[in-house]
């Protein structure tokens, strides 16, 4: 039980800094980067969820 406990936490955490560093390369504003991360930080599970589904998207994806 602890194995897998420790291996969902490590999916999140790599799942968390891959979606912190699409935020930071996002062309947002500061602020709006700011916020992204700070809920992604506080809330990794729910974060994370969020900015997959009402993020912004990058400009090569809304070209398709």
Do not use: N, Y
Not at 6 to 14: H, Q, V
Not at 34 to 47: C, K, M, N, R, Y
């Amino acid at each position: 039980m602890f194995i897998l406990s420790t291996i969902g936490s490590l999916i999140i955490l790599i799942l968390d800094i891959v979606a912190i560093v699409s935020v930071i390369g996002s062309s947002e504003s500061s602020l709006s980067k700011l916020i992204w991360v700070l809920v992604i930080l506080f809330l990794p599970i729910l974060g994370l969820v969020l900015w997959l589904v009402i993020g912004p998207r990058s400009g090569r994806a809304s070209a398709i």
